[in-house]
């Protein structure tokens, strides 16, 4: 399987571990019947107080510790109740504004074509900075303002507008100021990949509008992610 690379190659690194200590674990039922558990990681700082993300106006303030999120039953596929976990604080106990920590790390492929054509994120990583992700701009759907912030966390207002908490204008999920990590560069290998182990891992083309563009295999693509 081949993945597709456009010239912008950044990524977004973070990491959230799931987990639950029974005191720090609170059962929420919505005003629609369904049923919630909210929990928190890294619940429990070095002097034995809860801890989680603060309430924080300016998405440039330090990031919390441990990152609030929590769990809820919706109904979906006619009678199911699916499970989903959500970053950011329950809204139905208040509005609150969570920050998510940010990693950018730009990836600089080296393609086996002749004369070694290259895609190089690091050229990017300012439009990434610049863009709706980390920008505010004013949203609204069907005429209903979803505010001025981030488009993330517009999707995520507009999605669960009816449910108690996320219409508060206060209630926001919000990414923080990313650091820039340095470029990781990755030599495509000619061969290694394929079920036969014999076919390149990647390789380098022009459009029909002349811009360079890169085919990787997927495990390949894989294992350059997972190594950083």
């Keep these: 399987m081949l993945t597709q690379l456009r010239p912008v190659l950044a990524f977004l690194g973070g990491l959230v571990v799931f987990g639950c200590i029974p005191s720090f674990c609170q059962t929420i039922e919505f005003d629609d019947g369904t049923v919630g558990v909210a ?3 890294d619940p429990v700082s070095s002097d034995g107080l809860p801890q989680v993300s603060p309430l924080a106006a300016d998405v440039n303030a330090a990031a919390p510790v441990g990152t609030a999120f929590f769990q ?7 009678s199911k109740l699916i499970p989903m976990t959500i ?3 329950d809204p139905s ?8 920590p940010v990693v950018i790390v730009p990836v600089r492929f080296v393609f086996p074509n002749p004369g070694n054509p290259v895609l190089d994120g690091t050229a990017r990583v300012t439009e990434v900075q610049n863009s709706p992700i980390f920008q ?14 981030q488009y993330g966390d517009a999707v ?9 908490g996320f219409s508060q204008n206060d209630y926001h999920v919000l990414l ?14 000619s061969t290694g990949c394929g079920a036969s182990r014999t076919a390149s891992c990647g390789t380098a083309m022009l459009s029909s509008r002349g811009a360079l563009t890169g085919r990787l295999d997927s495990s390949f693509f894989a ?3 997972h190594a950083e």
């Excluded at 106990?93 to 998510?100: P, S």
């Excluded at 990313?178 to 470029?183: F, I, S």
Aim: aromatic fraction near 10%; proline fraction near 7%; charged fraction near 5%.
């Design 136 to 149: 505010n701009a004013e949203y609204s759907v069907g005429g209903i303002s979803l505010g001025v912030t």
């Design 87 to 89: 970053l950011g604080s």
């Design 93 to 100: 106990l208040g509005a609150g504004t969570t920050v998510i």
């Design 39 to 41: 929990k928190f990681h």
């Design 223 to 225: 294992s350059v992610v």
């Design 156 to 164: 995520q207002r507009a999605q669960f507008w009816n449910y108690p």
């Design 176 to 189: 923080a100021s990313p650091v820039v990590a340095p470029t990781v560069t990755a030599v495509v290998p």
């Design 72 to 78: 809820k039953l919706f109904l979906s596929l006619g």
